[in-house]
């Protein structure tokens, strides 16, 4: 018992074989399978591991977006579109023109932000998901390719997303742009909006959250409950700390716009929300879901069966990775004026 | 590789200790490590194991349904209401009046059908839930106390339910009424509205699913994923599998009205979904979710940090039980018409 009276009891899970499922899609069970067979062959970072300074972090760095860009030119060969290289207040972004540009909705564009734990997938590895996300809602994609650690820590990547922001939002109303991200994309989204608020400033028209990375803190149930069982995003403890401390900085991991889940949602835009049940950050988006309902925002949550963290962004050829970004981009349809 | 040239490989999850997260309520936190302590004390059914006969089933029911009564004073005192015992069509139902009974919905009635895997909770242990249903919602439910094994397997529960919304709906508009339910009695309501579109009769205004019993074959990833984690339904293996077969009969686990995740869901009502991050039927609960916004069914899904199956009906003391059935209230009264 604790100084309460509460009891504090741990729950003892045995060690278990995860089958890949036949719940899901052919697809998508190649690419589970994928996942358990590379970890089975020890790929992937050591487990704990995080690098110790700016030279190791670059590294990896490099290896790891290397490997995210690998797949470019597959997700070039079945979502053609184009892409143009512009600075917008000083920030390098991507303007991405999918070839199912729909017409009828050229008064609306989206901004995106990458995942990648605020420290991988900057440069040309940022654009995969604004290139689906793009293709499933025949608007327009400026991909922002913020700042990142070990240079830039925190508060550099919101800086980067409110100037561009600003800029976009001059050229047309706010309501007809939506704002959306995967991962620490997802919790830069949630950080853009606080920032936002907090300056008394407009917020985008609707949000759509794919896994989002609310809590750097740690304390989210689903970081032990699905640590080994997600297959993207393995384990927090390393790694995925590592990263955390890193753009965390001197504001540290429990400053709201670091970790939004402790922030505050009132006034928020509507929101979607898309995490799976493998998902390592399926209590970072249920909780943040959550706290926009109280809050009084209109929300939507999607749970998609056995999907790991931001896989629908992996498995592109999956029609779950479909389904996820159709009902992105019809939340868009639904909620932007424009 | 299968046939297919699909690889086949298993994940590998080596053992863990959970701890009760701190990020639910403090009352939720006790839930959770009371269930932990019971474990570890060795309490519950052996793993894996299952009655072999019916007299086997009826000691095991009968020392289930004591502890689940055992909840019942504290239940009373914390929602008070009155409980009167009714035949509707020769099936036995309560009558649940909560003292919050709302004037302004006279016209409205829930219709709850209790969980307990099609075996359990029968007579006076059935009705916690309704219980709660009625106080958050302020409206009279009727709860059936509906036929079960090891005498009546399907489809006496079926055709119980069937009987019964069929009387209460000469009274009042199909439209006015809700139905709901949790784990088996999730599964009951998806299969009278199923058997009620296949005879062509109206359906409920709207329905709420509580973590529904919906894939009695256990191919739901979360019964291997939550296997152990989830600390009020454990493992499918053994006492659950044996509680569908039982059930199913002759007809098989795989007939749609048995696991309605086989079911086809286009016509149906505007529909609610409850279920949490430590659910073993999480998975069963975002199929159907998903099979139903596929048909173009209104449907809502919420999902609750570290919540294991259920545990809002036992855990009715925790702010996240309240807000379970708030929504649930909620839903019931955007939708329902009378």
Not at 110 to 137: M, Q, R
Not at 200 to 213: D, F, S
């Given at each position: ?150 240079e830039h820590p925190f508060p550099a990547a919101v800086d980067d997303a409110v100037a561009v922001w600003r800029v976009l939002r001059a050229d047309r109303p706010a309501a007809a742009m939506g704002a959306?991200?995967?991962s620490a994309g997802g919790g830069l989204t949630l950080a853009l909006a606080l920032k936002l608020k907090e300056l008394g400033e407009t917020l985008p028209g609707a949000l759509a959250l794919g896994t ?95 999907m790991s963290h931001a896989e629908y962004i992996y498995a592109f050829d999956a029609p779950e990775s479909a389904v996820a970004f159709q009902d992105i981009a019809q939340f868009f349809d639904e909620h932007?004026?424009?």
């Amino acid at each position: 018992m604790d100084d309460a009276g509460q009891i504090q009891m741990n729950r003892e899970i045995p060690a278990k074989s995860l089958k890949t499922p036949t719940t899901v899609s052919p697809e998508l069970q190649r690419s589970i399978s994928g996942m358990a067979a590379a970890a089975a062959a020890g790929g992937g970072l050591p487990v704990g591991w995080a690098p110790q300074n700016a030279a190791e972090w670059k590294a990896v760095i490099a290896q790891m977006d290397a490997q995210a860009l690998s797949v470019a030119p597959a997700i070039k060969a079945m979502f053609p579109h184009t892409s143009e290289l512009r600075q917008i207040a000083g920030v390098t972004v991507r303007e991405i023109t999918p070839s199912t540009l729909d017409p009828a909705k050229a008064g609306k564009l989206l901004v995106h932000f990458h995942g990648g734990g605020y420290v991988l997938n900057g440069g040309e590895a940022s654009t995969g998901e604004a290139v689906l996300g793009a293709h499933y809602s025949g608007m327009k994609v400026i991909s922002v390719d913020y700042r990142m650690p070990p240079e830039h820590p925190f508060p550099a990547a919101v800086d980067d997303a409110v100037a561009v922001w600003r800029v976009l939002r001059a050229d047309r109303p706010a309501a007809a742009m939506g704002a959306f991200g995967t991962s620490a994309g997802g919790g830069l989204t949630l950080a853009l909006a606080l920032k936002l608020k907090e300056l008394g400033e407009t917020l985008p028209g609707a949000l759509a959250l794919g896994t989002p990375w609310a809590d750097l803190t740690g304390a989210s149930d689903s970081y032990q409950v699905n640590a080994h069982v997600d297959g993207i995003f393995s384990n927090f403890d390393g790694f995925g700390k590592g990263m955390a401390e890193l753009y965390a900085g001197a504001a540290g991991v429990t400053h709201p716009l670091v970790s939004p889940v402790f922030g505050e949602f009132s006034g928020f835009p509507p929101t979607v929300f898309v995490t799976g049940t493998r998902d390592i950050l399926l209590s970072d988006t249920v909780r943040v879901y959550r706290a926009m309902r109280t809050a009084g925002v209109t929300a939507r949550l999607e749970v998609h069966e056995a999907m790991s963290h931001a896989e629908y962004i992996y498995a592109f050829d999956a029609p779950e990775s479909a389904v996820a970004f159709q009902d992105i981009a019809q939340f868009f349809d639904e909620h932007l004026k424009g």
